[in-house]
C-alpha cells in the first residue's frame, strides 16, 4: 500500500449549499477532512453481507480509498457494477491498479472525485466509512436521490436520528476512525436526538449498520373496501419522520371502526396491524394490512381477524402542497419564517430569522419530503465554529430546530422542537418541549427585499 495512514484534526466551519443545489461547488465542511482508514478484509465482506449485495446491485462506496470494497462487491458478491469515488488521485490510482489484478476492471469504476458533488442516485447499495458528521451531511440526499428499498451501509458512524434497520458487529475493534468521534457537531449537546454517544463505554465502535431507504409515506390514504357486510371506506392517516412511522385509521360503513395503526416500512412495503379502540375489542376485530406504495397509491389486502378472509384495498394518498412562505414566533418571539419550494419537484426550503442583526436565509439542507408530511433538522450559529471545540451558544437563538408538519385543511400542524446549545460555563440547558407548530401562510416574505 503507497499510501500511509493518517489522521487529521482539523478546524472547520459549518457551511450551507444554497437553496435547491443537489450538487454544490463546495463540500459541506461540518464532514471535516475524512482521514484515509482502510476497512478491514473481513469487515468488507461482513458490510457487504449486511447489504446483501447480489447480482442485480450497483455499488458505490463513497470515499472508496484503494478500491477493496469496489472490487469485493463485484469479484465477491457478483454485483452488476460497482463505483468508487475517492478525492485522493494516489488511492484512485491504486483502486485501479488493485481492479486489474482482481481482473474485475471492466465491472468496476473509480471517479476521482468529490463525494459531496458526485452524483450517486444509480446506486442500490451505497458503503460509506466516513464519519457522523458526513453521513449526516449526506442522508437527505440519500433520501432524496436513491429509490425506495436501497440499502445504506455505514462503518462504525450513525445518521442521527435515523433509525437502521440492522446492525452487525465487527469480531475485532480496532483499527478504527477515532478522530471522527470529535468531528461531531453534537458532541456538547446532550439533548439533541443525533446526539453522538460513542463516549458512552457501552458503545465499542464496532458497529456495522444498515438502513433501508423508506418509500415516503405520511398523509392520509383513502380506499374503498367490501366485505360480507357491505362497502366501507378504510381512511389510514400515516405519520413518518427519520425515527419511524405512527398513525391511526377510521373505518365507515356498516362496521364502524377507529384507532391505531402500527405501520412498519421496509423500502416501498408497509405492514400495518390496525388495533381498533374500545368499544370494539382488539383481539376480535383487529385487522392486517399488507401492502406496497407506489407513489400515491397503497395497494394491499386487509386481513381481518374475526374472519379467515382477506380483501382488497386500494387506496389513494390526498394531494398536499406544502409550498408557500410559513411564520410563525421564533425563540425571542420576534417570527421567523421558513420558505418553502419545489425544485424539479424535489421539496427545498429556507430559513429566515428577521430577529438576528446578521439575518441570513439559511438553506434548509436537512429535509425531507415524506409525501403528506415533511421533516426537517437546521442547526443555527455554529458558523465560524470549530467542530473540534464543540458548540457554545452566543445568542439565544442558537441550536438546533426540529421540525415536522403535515397539510390539514390548507394549513400546516406540526411539531417543533428547539434544542440550545449549552451555555459556555453550564451544563447542557434541558430541551424545550416539543411543542405544536401550526405556521401561518404569509404572503409577504421577509426575504424579500433582503
Ligand atoms: C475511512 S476511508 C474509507 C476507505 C474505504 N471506503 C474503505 O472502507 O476501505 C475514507 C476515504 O474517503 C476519502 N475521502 C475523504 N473525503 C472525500 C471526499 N470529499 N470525496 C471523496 N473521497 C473522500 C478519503 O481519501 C479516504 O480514502
Redesign the pocket.
Known amino acids: 500500500m503507497k499510501k500511509s495512514l493518517f489522521i487529521i484534526l482539523s478546524v472547520v466551519t459549518l457551511a450551507f449549499p444554497a437553496i435547491g443545489q443537489e450538487n454544490s461547488n463546495t463540500?459541506p465542511q461540518s464532514?471535516g477532512?475524512?482521514?484515509?482508514?482502510?476497512?478491514r478484509q473481513d469487515v468488507?465482506k461482513d458490510l457487504l453481507s449486511l447489504a446483501e449485495v447480489g447480482t442485480n446491485d450497483v455499488v458505490y462506496?463513497?470515499?472508496?480509498?484503494?478500491g477493496?470494497?469496489v472490487i469485493a462487491a463485484v469479484r465477491d458478491f457478483h454485483a452488476k457494477r460497482a463505483v468508487g469515488?475517492?478525492?485522493?488521485a494516489e488511492?484512485v490510482e491504486e483502486s485501479r491498479a488493485n481492479a486489474v489484478a482482481a481482473g474485475v476492471q471492466d465491472r468496476v469504476e473509480f471517479i476521482h472525485?468529490?463525494?459531496?458533488k458526485t452524483d450517486f442516485s444509480a446506486a442500490s447499495v451505497v458503503?460509506l466509512?466516513?464519519g457522523h458528521a458526513a453521513n449526516l451531511d449526506l442522508r437527505a440526499r440519500i433520501f432524496r436521490t436513491l429509490k425506495p428499498g436501497s440499502r445504506v451501509v455505514s462503518?462504525q458512524f450513525g445518521m442521527g436520528e435515523w433509525k437502521r434497520d440492522k446492525r452487525l458487529d465487527m469480531r475485532k475493534p480496532f483499527p478504527v476512525?477515532l478522530e471522527a468521534r470529535w468531528q461531531n457537531v453534537f458532541r456538547t449537546n446532550f439533548y439533541v436526538p443525533d446526539f453522538d454517544d460513542s463516549l458512552n463505554p457501552n458503545n465499542d465502535q464496532r458497529e456495522l449498520s444498515l438502513w433501508v431507504v423508506p418509500a415516503p409515506v405520511a398523509g392520509v390514504w383513502r380506499g374503498k373496501m367490501r366485505t360480507e357486510s357491505g362497502e366501507g371506506e378504510l381512511k389510514l392517516i400515516l405519520h413518518q419522520d427519520l425515527s419511524g412511522l405512527s398513525g391511526s385509521f377510521e373505518l365507515q360503513g356498516p362496521t364502524k371502526l377507529a384507532g391505531e395503526a402500527r405501520a412498519f416500512l421496509w423500502g416501498n412495503d408497509l405492514i400495518c396491524p390496525l388495533l381498533p379502540a374500545p368499544p370494539a375489542d382488539m383481539f376480535r376485530d383487529m385487522m392486517y394490512l399488507d401492502g406496497c406504495v407506489s407513489g400515491n397509491s397503497l395497494r394491499g389486502s386487509l386481513k381481518l381477524n374475526s374472519g379467515k378472509k382477506q380483501v382488497e384495498w386500494l387506496a389513494q394518498r390526498d394531494k398536499v402542497d406544502f409550498t408557500g412562505i410559513w411564520e410563525w414566533p421564533g425563540v425571542s418571539g420576534v417570527p421567523v419564517q421558513l420558505k418553502i419550494e419545489r425544485n424539479d419537484g424535489k421539496l427545498v426550503a429556507m430559513y429566515t430569522d428577521v430577529s438576528r442583526d446578521d439575518a441570513q436565509h439559511i438553506p434548509v439542507s436537512d429535509i425531507y419530503d415524506f409525501g403528506g408530511e415533511f421533516y426537517f433538522t437546521l442547526l443555527l450559529g455554529l458558523e465560524g465554529e470549530s467542530l473540534n471545540q464543540g458548540h457554545r451558544r452566543q445568542s439565544p437563538q442558537d441550536g438546533w430546530i426540529v421540525g415536522k408538519a403535515m397539510m390539514d385543511d390548507n394549513t400546516l400542524k406540526g411539531t417543533l422542537g428547539f434544542y440550545p446549545y449549552p451555555e459556555k460555563t453550564e451544563p447542557p440547558s434541558k430541551p424545550s418541549p416539543l411543542r405544536n407548530w401550526h405556521p401561518l401562510r404569509v404572503e409577504n416574505s421577509a426575504m424579500l427585499g433582503k
Open positions: 463540500s464532514s477532512n475524512i482521514a484515509y482508514i482502510p476497512t468488507v462506496d463513497l470515499g472508496s480509498g484503494d477493496r470494497v469515488v475517492e478525492i485522493d488511492l472525485g468529490d463525494l459531496f458503503v466509512y466516513l462503518n476512525m
